[in-house]
């Protein structure tokens, strides 16, 4: 083999080195602990690879270690809705995401909800998906994302407190429930993974449900369940531990009247 073959191919090889080495920078890690049983991911939506600067925010949450619970503004005096950052800083919530869509009066949620054992919206729709939390039995998984075609509502009332109806994205166990359509928005959601953790989901690239789901399956999150939670500028995840950063891109600016709180274990107590 000659000297300048043998130069080449340490040249080639010097280059594939730098552009992984490039590649991994641009990646980032593939989870960033914010806390024990807390982590924040995100992945770029085109090539589905972790990035730093991803559009796709995953916010795992193991609900061993966290408590996770629905705040309502009909349940405060002032009956006022607030953006995700204004329920997390004022009821010092570690992260807040949409607790789902809401009716035209501003604050009744669609769909049956039952918040710490009290009804609020009675009645339910044909949405096909529910999140449960605060067990009534200990023997009962913290949290669950159940579909309401194998697990009816009247059973979920009897042995959860907190019981919010949604439209349905994935059943069990990770069949992408949409067919493919043209309508795109930016997507808050919520979904369950294999190991019972919750991952509070927001994408700021508007994108069909059908592919959204389809991507969020074919992600290593282990997801087997889901459920849309908003959508377009309502649509957001606020995260404690990112305030201040420059990436505000989680942050919804839209003011809505019920949120999905993630608290440290044993603060349900508090307002």
Same mark, same amino acid.
């Given at each position: 083999?000659?000297?300048? &073959?043998?130069? $080449?191919?340490?040249?080639?090889?010097?280059?594939?080195?730098? #552009? /992984?080495? &490039?590649?991994?920078?641009?990646?980032?890690?593939? /989870?960033?602990?914010?806390?024990?049983?807390?982590?924040?991911?995100?992945?770029?939506?085109? #090539? $589905?690879?972790?990035?730093?600067?991803?559009?796709?925010?995953?916010?795992?949450?193991?609900?061993?270690?966290?408590?996770?619970?629905?705040?309502?503004?009909?349940?405060?005096?002032?009956?006022? $809705?607030?953006?995700?950052?204004?329920?997390?800083?004022?009821?010092?919530?570690?992260?807040?995401?949409?607790?789902?869509?809401?009716?035209?009066?501003? &604050?009744?949620?669609?769909?049956?909800?039952?918040?710490?054992?009290?009804?609020?919206?009675? #009645?339910?729709?044909?949405?096909? #998906?529910?999140?449960?939390?605060?067990?009534?039995?200990?023997?009962?998984?913290?949290?669950?994302?159940?579909?309401?075609?194998?697990?009816?509502?009247?059973?979920?009332?009897?042995?959860?407190?907190?019981?919010?109806?949604?439209?349905?994205?994935?059943?069990?166990?990770?069949?992408?429930?949409?067919?493919?359509?043209?309508?795109?928005?930016?997507?808050?959601?919520?979904?369950?993974?294999?190991?019972?953790?919750?991952?509070?989901?927001?994408?700021?690239?508007?994108?069909a449900m059908y592919e959204f789901n389809a991507m969020l399956l074919a992600l290593p999150l282990d997801v087997t369940a889901a459920q849309h939670l908003e959508g377009s500028a309502a649509a957001g995840l606020w995260v404690r531990a990112l305030e201040g950063e420059p990436d505000r891109a989680?942050?919804?600016?839209?003011?809505?009247?019920?949120?999905?709180?993630?608290?440290? $274990?044993?603060?349900?107590?508090?307002?």
């Amino acid at each position: 083999m000659g000297v300048a &073959s043998v130069v $080449r191919r340490v040249l080639l090889a010097v280059m594939m080195l730098a #552009s /992984a080495a &490039s590649a991994a920078l641009a990646e980032g890690p593939a /989870a960033r602990e914010l806390a024990p049983g807390l982590e924040l991911l995100r992945f770029d939506v085109d #090539s $589905r690879s972790p990035r730093a600067d991803g559009e796709l925010h995953v916010l795992r949450v193991d609900p061993a270690r966290w408590d996770l619970g629905v705040l309502l503004a009909a349940r405060h005096a002032d009956g006022k $809705r607030r953006t995700l950052a204004t329920w997390g800083r004022e009821f010092e919530l570690e992260a807040a995401v949409n607790a789902g869509m809401y009716q035209g009066d501003g &604050s009744s949620h669609v769909g049956f909800s039952q918040v710490d054992g009290r009804v609020f919206t009675a #009645s339910p729709n044909s949405y096909q #998906s529910a999140f449960v939390c605060d067990p009534v039995d200990t023997v009962d998984a913290p949290f669950a994302v159940v579909d309401l075609d194998e697990t009816p509502l009247d059973v979920l009332r009897l042995r959860y407190r907190t019981v919010v109806q949604n439209l349905r994205l994935i059943k069990h166990p990770g069949r992408n429930r949409w067919s493919p359509g043209k309508e795109r928005w930016r997507e808050a959601a919520l979904a369950e993974d294999a190991q019972g953790r919750a991952l509070l989901v927001f994408c700021t690239r508007p994108l069909a449900m059908y592919e959204f789901n389809a991507m969020l399956l074919a992600l290593p999150l282990d997801v087997t369940a889901a459920q849309h939670l908003e959508g377009s500028a309502a649509a957001g995840l606020w995260v404690r531990a990112l305030e201040g950063e420059p990436d505000r891109a989680s942050t919804g600016g839209t003011a809505v009247p019920n949120v999905l709180a993630v608290r440290p $274990r044993g603060e349900r107590g508090r307002p």
